[in-house]
């Protein structure tokens, strides 16, 4: 553990988007600064593999640093957002070779966030200071019956936005009054793609994979009909790449709607555009299913219902998600989703000595069947 020291903790926090790269430095729990290192289309189209960029990457966000007045000698430590890597519990933990060749091989799918690790780790190498991550989506603390999904040769698997919820779930908490471990939570996290967990404890037991599963989302075509999902894909007109870009990415509220803009839905719903109004409502309608369905998970014993991200700052949306669930817990809203920060406690915890770090990977071995 580290030992408190009598000035703040100086922490540079990097989440890498598709086109971005969001950092922040902050002193303990006070920001410094927090900006978006933006990266053209040209500028990656160079770079086969999203891997490819880690080395363009590391030397815009230094850049920016020192641009912005950053001492880079300044930092205690460097903490990535964690992408599709092995299953783990929840934690902090210390950036190591497995984790890096992990993010390399892309190990449960290839997405920007891979980079996280070793962002951190290479940043941190250079300036001789720790480096970390935190929640990442594959936390799986999924309980043996969610694990099932009902072919042998399907497992469900615990993908989630684990870094947003757990965060929101923290401060839902302390809200309640009471500590993470003393309340059962559902926390639906509402963006791009939506995430709804059921919290015993302060663990997700259970989750619908955003990609694959669960509500439709602005982009992502949730959970479809098998028999007629297969009749899509097997068309004859579509590539494996086609079919999973028409489902991740041109799926929700893309496929009917053409936008992924909740604003620009709000817009039509109010010009008197019925169809945008029945694909918006039935968004929340399916989350609200999904809350449901978590319920019964926790057997209706749920404190709080928490709605959190982007899209939970849709008056409209959570109104109608309000009206069909919070007749099993009352529903508290944290809209926006602020991941930087979140890396920045997990870090700090660490620090601090008030959580121990963890050394990746730590699991919980699921059922073989």
């Known amino acids: 553990m580290a030992v408190r020291k009598a000035k703040p903790f100086r922490i540079l926090a990097m989440n890498p988007g598709s086109t971005s790269t969001k950092i922040a430095v902050y002193d303990d729990e006070t920001p410094v600064l927090v900006d978006t290192v933006r990266h053209s289309e040209l500028d990656l189209a160079e770079f086969d593999k999203i891997w490819d960029q880690y080395e363009f990457r590391k030397r815009m966000v230094t850049e920016a640093l020192q641009e912005q007045g950053i001492d880079l000698g300044s930092l205690s430590a460097v903490v990535g957002r964690g992408g599709l890597l092995r299953p783990v519990v929840s934690g902090t933990y210390a950036v190591n070779e497995l984790m890096i060749a992990d993010g390399r091989e892309g190990f449960q799918g290839e997405h920007a966030a891979n980079l996280g690790p070793v962002l951190a780790f290479g940043i941190g190498w250079d300036l001789g200071i720790p480096s970390y991550m935190v929640d990442p989506p594959s936390v799986d603390e999924f309980e043996t019956l969610a694990r099932l999904s009902g072919h042998k040769e399907i497992p469900r698997l615990s993908l989630s936005h684990a870094l947003n919820i757990k965060a929101t779930a923290r401060v839902a908490a302390s809200d309640l009054g009471r500590g993470l471990d003393e309340v059962n939570l559902i926390v639906a996290h509402l963006g ?39 009749d899509f894909v097997f068309n004859g007109e579509l590539t494996r790449d086609d079919a999973k870009r028409a489902l991740v990415g041109r799926g929700g509220m893309v496929s009917y709607l053409g936008t992924n803009s909740a604003k620009d839905v709000e817009d039509r719903i109010a010009g008197g555009d019925p169809v945008a109004a029945a694909v918006y409502e039935a968004m929340a309608y399916q989350i609200a299913k999904e809350i449901g369905a978590m319920a019964t998970v926790l057997k209706g014993e749920v404190n709080a219902i928490v709605l959190t991200g982007g899209l939970a700052g849709s008056k409209m949306l959570t109104d109608w998600i309000k009206q069909r669930s919070e007749f099993i817990a009352p529903v508290k809203l944290y809209p926006g989703e602020d991941e930087l920060k979140a890396l920045v406690l997990g870090c700090l915890r660490v620090l601090q000595g008030t959580e121990k770090v963890k050394t990746y990977p730590e699991s919980v071995e699921p059922l073989m069947l």
């Not at 967990?197 to 098998?226: T, V, W």
């Open 192 to 230: 791009g793609g939506i995430s709804v967990c059921p919290l015993r404890k302060g663990r997700i037991i259970d989750a619908n994979d955003a990609n694959s599963g669960g509500p439709f989302s602005p982009e992502r075509a949730g959970g479809l009909p098998a028999l007629g999902l297969i």
